[in-house]
Structures are given as C-alpha cells and as structure tokens.
C-alpha cells in the first residue's frame, strides 16, 4: 500500500503498530519528532513523519511549540477538555491498551529508575453514586488533573506520570 492509499483509506488506528508505537512514545515523553521517534522505535523518519501526520489528522496529536530555528517538528498528545475523537474511533481501545502496556513496561523497569520514582499510587475502590454523580466524580478527577497537565515552567524533578481513572458500573456476572 503507498502512502497516498493510506490517506484515502487509513487502517483503524488500534490496528496500525507505528501509530500505536508513536502515541505510547509521546504519552511517555511528552513531545518527539519523527527524527526522534524513528531513533527510539527503529523506524525511518519518513515513515514516522507520515504517521505523526495522519495522528494529527485524526485529531489525536498536534504540532507542539518550538523555539529553536529549522524545521524541526515537535508533536505532543491534544489535550482537549473533552476527547475530540468520538467513542467509536476506537480510540478508547488503542488507550486502553497503551496503558496497560505502558503499566507492564512500567512493571517490567521499575528497578532501573531512580530510588525516589519506584513506587507507584495504583488503587481501586468500588463507590456507589448515582449517573449524576458518577459524571460529576470523573469531572472532578478532571480538574484535579488539569494543573498538572501540559505545565509551563514545570519543575526540574518533575516527569511524565500516567494517571489513569475508569469509572464504570459494575455488572453482575451471568448465572450459568
């Protein structure tokens, strides 16, 4: 398939590996180049570039500032107040899964970063709210986030933390 087949027809994002690659990668560092990206994942520049491109197109990414000269092209995750990709983009698959490989590798690591980083704040409880309330529980743990989201000036300590929330009912099992 050229490049110019896969404008037209691009495959479903959770099912392209570069792209899943390249989103887990920004999720990680917070923004790349393709350069940058095809360092890391071991792919050519020209390759990344295209699906950082077609990323950006889907609404998924976007160009980050830069300050330095040239044609360097920096990209980051959108952050939106509310997703612009709708529920059945699959989206919330490919996130899904980015997390749950993200904990893994971070499982996997854990005892090659620093002392001061090697605990992690992973819970679960089961709450009863009512739907309003379990809106307005995710809007706050929203908010809560917010400050630390895409900081300007951040300190030099700070790094990339995935913070994950799913707030979903709970369904009795099927009787057999």
């Known amino acids: 398939m050229t490049e110019e087949d896969e404008t037209t027809a691009p495959p479903s994002l959770t099912e392209h590996p570069v792209r899943r690659a ?14 940058e990206a095809a360092r890391r994942l071991g792919h050519s520049s020209g390759l990344c570039s295209f699906h950082l491109r077609q990323l950006a197109r889907h609404g998924l990414i976007e160009e980050a500032p830069h300050t330095g000269g040239g044609r360097v092209r920096p990209w980051r995750l959108r952050a939106p107040a509310e997703p612009a990709w709708p529920a059945d983009a699959g989206f919330d698959v490919l996130a899904r899964g980015l997390e749950d490989e993200s904990y893994q590798r971070w499982l996997a690591h854990r005892a090659t970063v620093p002392e001061e980083w090697r605990r992690d704040e992973a819970f679960s409880t089961v709450v009863h709210v009512t739907p309003a309330e379990l809106a307005r529980l995710a809007e706050e743990i929203r908010a809560l986030l917010a400050p630390y989201q895409d900081r300007r000036g951040r300190p030099a300590a700070a790094a990339p933390v995935a913070a994950v929330s799913r707030l979903f009912p709970l369904v009795a099992p099927e009787e057999r």
């Open 22 to 35: 390249l989103l887990d990668l920004l999720a990680e560092l917070g923004t790349v180049t393709s350069t």
